[in-house]
Protein backbone atom coordinates (compact mmCIF):
# COMPACT_ATOMS: atom_id res chain seq x y z
CA UNK A 1 0.00 0.00 0.00
CA UNK A 2 1.21 3.58 -1.04
CA UNK A 3 0.51 6.69 1.38
CA UNK A 4 1.26 10.30 0.96
CA UNK A 5 1.80 12.35 4.02
CA UNK A 6 1.31 16.29 4.06
CA UNK A 7 2.73 18.67 6.60
CA UNK A 8 3.47 22.23 6.70
CA UNK A 9 -0.30 23.19 7.37
CA UNK A 10 -1.27 26.25 10.05
CA UNK A 11 -2.37 29.56 10.28
CA UNK A 12 -0.38 32.32 8.46
CA UNK A 13 -1.14 36.05 8.71
CA UNK A 14 -2.05 37.64 4.34
CA UNK A 15 1.16 38.26 3.11
CA UNK A 16 2.70 35.49 4.75
CA UNK A 17 4.87 32.48 3.66
CA UNK A 18 4.32 28.73 4.34
CA UNK A 19 6.35 25.89 3.04
CA UNK A 20 4.10 22.16 2.58
CA UNK A 21 5.76 19.25 2.40
CA UNK A 22 4.28 15.76 0.89
CA UNK A 23 6.23 12.37 1.46
CA UNK A 24 5.81 9.01 -0.42
CA UNK A 25 5.80 5.85 1.89
CA UNK A 26 5.04 2.06 0.56
CA UNK A 27 5.91 -0.59 -1.90
CA UNK A 28 6.26 1.29 -5.22
CA UNK A 29 8.66 1.13 -7.80
CA UNK A 30 8.28 4.83 -9.40
CA UNK A 31 6.13 7.79 -8.81
CA UNK A 32 5.43 9.85 -12.18
CA UNK A 33 3.82 13.15 -11.52
CA UNK A 34 2.82 14.60 -8.22
CA UNK A 35 0.80 17.30 -7.52
CA UNK A 36 -1.13 19.76 -4.74
CA UNK A 37 -4.70 20.98 -5.32
CA UNK A 38 -6.85 22.10 -2.97
CA UNK A 39 -10.25 22.65 -1.89
CA UNK A 40 -11.84 25.66 -0.01
CA UNK A 41 -15.27 25.30 2.18
CA UNK A 42 -18.22 25.06 -0.24
CA UNK A 43 -15.83 25.55 -3.53
CA UNK A 44 -14.59 22.18 -5.97
CA UNK A 45 -11.36 20.98 -5.10
CA UNK A 46 -8.84 22.41 -7.78
CA UNK A 47 -5.53 22.23 -9.10
CA UNK A 48 -2.64 24.46 -7.21
CA UNK A 49 0.49 23.06 -9.06
CA UNK A 50 2.11 19.78 -11.08
CA UNK A 51 5.15 18.50 -10.89
CA UNK A 52 6.26 15.74 -13.26
CA UNK A 53 9.28 13.11 -12.59
CA UNK A 54 11.38 15.19 -15.60
CA UNK A 55 10.91 18.18 -13.58
CA UNK A 56 7.99 20.03 -15.68
CA UNK A 57 5.48 22.17 -13.86
CA UNK A 58 2.50 23.19 -14.11
CA UNK A 59 0.06 26.13 -12.02
CA UNK A 60 -2.93 27.43 -11.45
CA UNK A 61 -3.89 30.59 -12.81
CA UNK A 62 -4.47 32.15 -9.45
CA UNK A 63 -1.04 31.08 -7.55
CA UNK A 64 1.36 31.59 -10.43
CA UNK A 65 3.80 33.92 -9.68
CA UNK A 66 3.30 33.56 -5.58
CA UNK A 67 3.54 29.24 -5.05
CA UNK A 68 6.44 27.57 -6.33
CA UNK A 69 6.10 22.81 -6.50
CA UNK A 70 9.12 21.54 -6.23
CA UNK A 71 10.27 17.50 -5.55
CA UNK A 72 13.02 15.80 -3.88
CA UNK A 73 13.35 12.38 -5.58
CA UNK A 74 15.66 10.68 -3.82
CA UNK A 75 13.44 11.18 -0.75
CA UNK A 76 9.97 11.18 -2.97
CA UNK A 77 9.25 13.67 -1.22
CA UNK A 78 7.00 16.91 -2.94
CA UNK A 79 7.16 20.33 -1.49
CA UNK A 80 4.77 23.44 -2.36
CA UNK A 81 6.52 26.72 -0.89
CA UNK A 82 3.39 29.38 -0.61
CA UNK A 83 4.05 33.32 -0.37
CA UNK A 84 2.12 36.17 -0.36
CA UNK A 85 -0.70 34.56 1.08
CA UNK A 86 -4.14 36.10 0.52
CA UNK A 87 -7.17 35.21 2.25
CA UNK A 88 -8.47 33.54 -0.50
CA UNK A 89 -5.85 30.84 -0.38
CA UNK A 90 -7.84 29.29 2.59
CA UNK A 91 -8.09 25.72 2.00
CA UNK A 92 -7.38 22.22 3.06
CA UNK A 93 -4.17 20.98 0.91
CA UNK A 94 -4.19 17.76 -0.50
CA UNK A 95 -1.49 15.94 -2.19
CA UNK A 96 -1.52 13.66 -5.30
CA UNK A 97 0.95 11.36 -7.26
CA UNK A 98 0.77 8.57 -9.77
CA UNK A 99 2.45 5.61 -8.54
CA UNK A 100 3.52 2.63 -9.87
CA UNK A 101 3.10 -0.45 -7.72
CA UNK A 102 5.02 -2.68 -6.52
CA UNK A 103 2.41 -5.42 -5.39
CA UNK A 104 0.49 -5.41 -7.70
CA UNK A 105 2.76 -4.23 -10.52
CA UNK A 106 0.13 -1.50 -11.47
CA UNK A 107 -0.56 2.44 -11.76
CA UNK A 108 -2.38 4.02 -8.69
CA UNK A 109 -3.76 7.41 -7.99
CA UNK A 110 -2.84 8.30 -4.58
CA UNK A 111 -4.13 11.24 -2.24
CA UNK A 112 -3.07 12.44 1.33
CA UNK A 113 -5.25 13.28 4.25
CA UNK A 114 -4.68 17.16 3.67
CA UNK A 115 -3.62 19.63 5.77
CA UNK A 116 -5.13 22.88 6.65
CA UNK A 117 -3.75 26.46 5.52
CA UNK A 118 -5.66 29.07 7.24
CA UNK A 119 -4.69 32.76 6.21
CA UNK A 120 -6.05 35.42 8.57
CA UNK A 121 -5.27 38.02 10.21
Known amino acids: QVQLVESGGGVVQPGGSLRLSCAAS????????MAWYRQAPGKQRELVATSTSEGSTNYGDSVKGRFTISRDNSKNTVYLQMNSLAPDDTATYYC???????????????WGQGTLVTVSS
Open 26 to 33: GRFISINS
Open 96 to 110: HANVYRAFPVGWSEV
